[in-house]
């Protein structure tokens, strides 16, 4: 009897030991009070959308998704979101980081805590140096910025540029990101305009005033998407900046797929350079955007950070099965680095060097559908793009 007893008991335990292998618990940190509030809205969306619509790549292990209010750009609040997950709630992998302020500020609790933290938005090139337990789904400004400021010049033919940007770190990223490329590329840059910060959407028309004055070949811009992007398209607009023959371009988070329809037809010609948007012609992203509608209602889109949130648990689920469930902050850096995936923006890996993704990048140019709806038409491709402020050893990347 007693020898059924110890039997049944050590069953159980084994059991009960199997079934805490098997959950995953994921800290989420991002805003999901106030300006933020839609950002992670999409990125909460596209990891729920990675585990529906790939549940059997998900089984033995279940994810269990912890989150927490990153509530703004300022980065104190999110550092101590990030803290009270690692220490209240023992999650086995962080993520999340709309804001490259909120993931600067988070560094130092993600070294201390020694668990892997997958960066789904938040671009600045220099963070994943900040810390060895940093990898990263989204992209660096680098990406998109270096890719069109050669494409500016070689393509569409630019001479000289002027620059506006945001005045926080992705926003310097990308200027010195365009400004190094155009100019290696021929092409000059004849003023740099700092326009607000991150916090609040700004008057965007002096700014583009003082672009329009000096008459560029083309306007480079980046602000944050969502409110800040649609402030820019109706400045340009409304200043009739097009028939004065400048032409607005920028990364794709001015042409973000969840704003794009309200933009009207100023934003018609805009060229962009981007990883994703929703009009990409591949299987995999046509499953991805049916499935989203279908699940989120028909006049909903995913976008460039719902990707992000989509592949970064990708990564996540890739992660839990090289280590086949036991989450080890050191051995899942270097489970990271075999990622190989085909996400709804084609090919992506993680750079074992860097531990940011390799993609393509796409050029895009807002035109009218069929349906008459705006759409973004890829006119040109760059595959298997690097971070070039790591891959050339640019400051601060060096």
């Not at 400045?235 to 969840?258: C, F, N, R, V």
């Not at 990409?280 to 992203?285: K, M, P, T, V, Y």
């Not at 760059?382 to 601060?396: E, G, S």
Request: hydrophobic letters at 40%; proline letters at 5%; glycine letters at 10%.
């Amino acid at each position: 009897m007693m020898k059924r007893i110890l039997a049944a008991s050590a069953a159980i335990a084994i059991s009960a030991s199997w079934a805490q292998a098997q959950e995953i618990k994921v800290g989420v940190n991002l805003p999901y009070t106030g300006i933020g509030a839609e950002f992670a809205q999409l990125i909460d969306r596209g990891m729920e959308m990675y585990l529906k619509l790939n549940a059997d790549k998900v089984k033995p292990y279940t994810i269990k998704l912890i989150k927490r209010d990153a509530k703004n750009p300022g980065g104190n609040d999110s550092r101590v979101a990030t803290q009270e997950l690692l220490t209240q709630e023992n999650v086995d992998i962080l993520a999340g980081w709309v804001y490259s302020p909120n993931a600067i500020a988070s560094a130092p609790v993600v070294n201390a805590g020694k668990k892997p933290a997958v960066i789904m938005n938040a671009g600045t090139a220099h963070i994943t140096q900040m810390s060895n337990y940093y990898l990263r789904t989204s992209f660096s400004m680098w990406h998109a910025g270096y890719a069109i400021g050669e494409a500016a010049a070689k393509q569409l033919k630019a001479k000289t540029a002027v620059v506006g940007y945001t005045d926080f770190p992705p926003g310097k990223d990308s200027l010195n990101a365009f400004k190094r490329s155009f100019e290696a590329n021929g092409g000059k840059v004849i003023d740099e305009i700092p326009m607000g910060g991150a916090g609040a959407v700004p008057d965007m028309t002096p700014f583009f005033q003082r672009a329009k004055d000096q008459k560029p070949d083309v306007f480079f811009v980046f602000v944050p998407a969502g409110d800040h992007a649609a402030a820019v398209t109706k400045t340009y607009g409304a200043l009739g900046m097009q028939q004065a023959g400048i032409k607005l371009i920028g990364p794709g988070d001015i042409t973000q797929d969840t704003k794009l329809q309200a933009m009207g037809d100023a934003a018609v010609g805009l060229i962009t350079m981007h990883h994703y948007h929703a009009d990409l012609d591949n299987a995999e992203n046509k499953r991805f955007v049916a499935e989203w509608k279908k699940t989120y209602g028909a006049n909903t889109t995913p976008d460039f950070m719902a990707v992000g949130g989509y592949d970064g648990m990708a990564l996540i689920v890739h992660i839990a099965h090289q280590l086949k469930g036991k989450i080890d902050g050191d051995k899942a850096i270097e489970a990271a680095k075999t990622f190989k995936y085909n996400s709804p923006r084609g090919p992506i890996s993680i750079d074992p060097e860097t531990r940011d993704i390799v993609m393509n990048e796409y050029l895009s140019e807002v035109v009218k559908g069929k349906d008459g709806k705006l759409m973004q038409k890829t006119i040109g491709q760059i595959a298997n793009v690097k971070d070039a402020c790591k891959a050339q050893k640019i400051a601060p990347c060096k």
